[in-house]
């Protein structure tokens, strides 16, 4: 595979995730401009639109907000695609060497993540006040806890649940936040898998966690720093001036102000319809850290967490520095490129250090603490991740002999794009409406169309009546196509058991992937072995 360039100068101008386009295909390599722009040009490139519609223009199209999920389009020029995984052929590790011992349904894929027994090793998540988290929620937790996986409750949802009771600035009940952690348990078997609430500078201040503990009673609180589709604070839609009203009296930012009078005569005359709600950037310090996490660990959850994004060496050396030092149960680290609501799509393409990149200064901090025998965090990755060949060479990639440092992936987009597919094709099922190639190839009902439906009824028997088609869609993706998937990768490769994998079941493809990772190239690998074993 030849070094790839950046050639993302045609989207500069016309991006599909803001809904633009320019006229004629040579864009300027520069500018991303039409080598000639004429006046009368029906299209909407970036400049068009951003000058009819402004701030609008920097976000995936606002009529989406709600049903859609967002990603850059950017080729960061390293990717899971630029290693290959090696297989094997004499060996069987973590099963008896016997052919009909060793066949990929005896793989175990099982993880723990902080102490947290996983079944395939996802979390999903954070799903926070965004409208889409909201919207597919059911789907989004029965279906995690059907697989066996972990379920993040992102930032803000007890600031935005309107019928939250405030007491003395701190929330003392969330029909929201009750409805998503009791969605998760309805079918959690109590071991494997569980649901995270995360907190942020917002929720710290409304005691969201002292809530989710005493009132609740769950059982992991992840503090959030950041995450790798934006350097700011969550950003949501909101479709009502009242509720944009009630946003800003909780101190959240809201643009424009929904009290302004001619905003609100801006509003009524339907020049825009959506206000955009800001949370503050948290700004943390080591003392305010390390006394936080003592303070919280006193309130009682089993374990604690940490989310942060994609910020520069330092950031990852600090953040790895602190988790160590408050002895943090598990530690996600978001690469850039995606996110589940409405991220500005310059900052998605053009700001942070993207999965793979991002990986290697994790292992590197990570390698760091353990020569210096102090604790290190179970590890996460998240960015991007759709497929378990991804999940292979991330886990891989971070054992250097002592097991992997990455216990699992987080995945965003992807469950959400199988819970709202889901919901779309039962939707059309039940209206008649179902594509006609689809319909005669797998089925005109979800009885029949999703393929895991016998297993679940099986198991679940009278129970299965209460599982939401969209649940059996996300159990099937991250279950019947991830999860075996990996099975199947990992005896390829002749590994057993998930901590075993390690960078040697990895060859690069380019010198890029091999200078920013250390795994070897392709012609580089084993490179005296021929001789060693033939002479």
């Known amino acids: 595979m030849t070094e790839r360039v950046h050639p993302n100068s ?157 007491e003395n600035n701190k929330v003392t009940h969330s029909a929201e936040l009750k409805r998503r952690v009791d969605l998760f348990r309805k079918f959690w078997d109590g071991k494997y898998g569980d649901v995270v609430v995360q907190t942020n500078v917002e929720d710290q201040r409304l005691g969201v966690d002292v809530y989710a503990i005493s009132k609740l009673e769950v059982n992991i609180i992840e503090r959030k720093w950041g995450q790798g589709a934006k350097a700011i604070g969550g950003e949501v839609r909101i479709r009502d001036i009242e509720k944009a009203k009630l946003l800003k009296k909780r101190g959240y930012i809201v643009i424009p102000d929904p009290e302004d009078p001619t905003v609100q005569q801006a509003w009524k005359d339907g020049v825009f319809k959506s206000f955009e709600r800001h949370s503050r950037v948290g700004i943390p310090t080591e003392k305010g850290f390390l006394d936080d996490i003592d303070w919280l660990r006193k309130q009682g959850p089993k374990h604690i967490f940490l989310k942060t994004g994609a910020y520069k060496p330092s950031a990852v050396a600090w953040t790895m520095k602190l988790a160590s030092e408050a002895k943090i149960d598990a530690v996600t680290f978001d690469g850039a490129g995606g996110g589940t609501g409405m991220s500005p799509v310059p900052m998605m393409d053009e700001m942070s250090i993207p999965t793979v990149y991002l990986e290697a200064l994790v292992l590197k901090c990570a390698q760091i603490l353990k020569k210096k025998g102090r604790h290190v965090p179970d590890l996460v990755i998240a960015g991007g991740f759709i497929s378990e060949t991804q999940i292979f060479k991330a886990i891989a990639m971070s054992n250097f002999g002592e097991g992997p440092f990455i216990k699992a992936v987080l995945m965003a987009r992807s469950p959400l794009t199988a819970v709202m597919k889901s919901n779309y094709f039962r939707q059309l099922a039940q209206e008649g409406r179902l594509p006609k190639t689809f319909a005669d190839r797998y089925g005109a009902t979800p009885e029949k169309f999703f393929i895991a439906a016998p297993e679940l009824k099986a198991k679940y028997g009278e ?30 490769a002749r590994k057993w058991k998930l901590n075993l994998l390690d960078r040697n079941d990895l060859m690069a493809l380019t010198e890029r992937a091999s200078r920013v990772t250390g795994i070897p190239l392709a012609e580089d690998v084993e490179k005296d072995a021929i001789e060693r074993i033939l002479d």
């Open 463 to 492: 129970r299965f009546k209460e599982i939401p088609w969209e649940a059996v869609g996300l159990y099937t993706y991250l279950t019947d196509r991830v999860g075996l998937g990996l099975m199947q990768l990992m005896a390829g």
């Open 10 to 166: 045609s989207y500069l101008n016309g991006k599909s995730t803001t809904g633009t386009q320019t006229r004629v295909k040579d864009t300027s390599p520069t500018s991303g401009m039409c080598p000639i722009c004429i006046r009368d040009c029906p299209f909407l490139c970036e400049i068009s639109l951003s000058s009819f519609r402004g701030r609008e223009a920097i976000y995936p199209e606002p009529v989406q907000f709600g049903d859609s999920t967002a990603g850059a389009l950017k080729d960061f020029g390293l990717d899971w695609s630029h290693f290959n995984i090696q297989a094997g052929l004499f060996e069987a590790h973590g099963v008896e060497p016997n052919s009909d011992v060793a066949i990929f349904p005896n793989v175990n894929i099982e993880t723990k993540v902080g102490g947290v027994p996983l079944k395939v090793p996802i979390l999903t998540g954070a799903f926070g006040s965004t409208e889409v988290g909201r919207k597919y929620w059911e789907g989004l937790a029965i279906g995690a806890a059907l697989s066996g996986a972990i379920v993040t409750v992102g930032e803000n949802v007890c600031g935005m649940d309107v019928e939250s009771k405030i």
